[in-house]
């Protein structure tokens, strides 16, 4: 059982949008950034958003990150076949002392 | 370019010993912590500590701690994760990250590619 959690899975159509939830407490995403990875199948996680909603450098404008209260979303606008992975969501557990992830996400494009 | 590169897969018995090893490549070692974090076969995330190689500063998650060591030989800019009794439920893949520790910020810019542990009799 993960302390943040995602769906399973979402899928969407080919040029359509899609939004993935991360739900946590106030010891958590309450009070801590929220980061964003990607992970395509058989490779390693890939930084996506952190601070909430800042892309590093070579992130598309199709990914986008908010945060509301005990709770982050991530948007992927433009689907491509090329988004198929699973996506994971992060920030620290001041209760915890330690880092917490989602139980990752499905996107599935269709 | 900022790289981390990881030791190759392991297969080991258990209650065999075993240290896997994460190299920097492009940036100041000693100046950034690096995490473990573990993923096991079909399964997510999870985050198992960190090291700051500048002083050698570790911090384990409370899942983790005392059951796997982590060290850094600054000198030759490499992090290690370390297990003295291998258990069946050790194995999974296992990354090295860079993390970015600011305060409620924290978060991997950089990850090695992964080691795939197998530990089976």
């Known amino acids: 059982q993960s302390v943040l959690t995602q769906p399973p899975s979402v899928s969407a159509a080919p040029g359509q949008k899609v939004t993935i939830s991360c739900s946590g407490s106030s010891s958590n995403i309450g009070n801590n950034y929220v980061s964003w990875y990607q992970q395509l199948p058989g490779t390693a996680p890939k930084l996506l958003i952190y601070?909430?909603?800042k892309r590093p450098s070579g992130i598309p404008d199709r990914f986008s990150g908010s945060k509301s209260g005990t709770s982050a979303t991530l948007g992927i606008t433009g689907l491509q076949t090329g988004d198929e992975a699973d996506y994971y969501c992060g920030t620290w557990d001041s209760s915890l002392s330690a880092l917490v992830f989602g139980g990752g996400t499905k996107l599935t494009v269709l | 370019e900022v790289q981390l590169v990881q030791s190759g897969g392991e297969v080991k018995k258990p209650g065999e010993s075993l240290k896997i090893s994460c190299k920097g490549f492009?940036?100041?070692?000693?100046?950034?912590?690096i995490a473990w974090v573990r993923q096991m076969p079909g399964k997510g995330l999870e985050w198992m500590g960190i090291i700051y190689p500048g002083d050698s500063d570790t911090r384990y998650s409370p899942s983790f701690q005392g059951q796997v060591t982590i060290s850094a030989d600054k000198s030759i800019s490499t992090a290690y994760l370390q297990w003295s009794s291998l258990k069946a439920s050790d194995t999974a893949m296992y990354y090295c990250?860079?993390?970015?520790?600011?305060?409620?910020?924290?978060?991997?810019?950089?990850w090695g590619q992964g080691t795939l542990v197998t530990v089976s009799s």
């Open positions: 990250a860079r993390q970015i520790a600011a305060a409620g910020g924290d978060y991997f810019d950089y």
């Open positions: 601070d909430n909603n």
């Open positions: 492009g940036y100041s070692f000693t100046s950034y912590w």
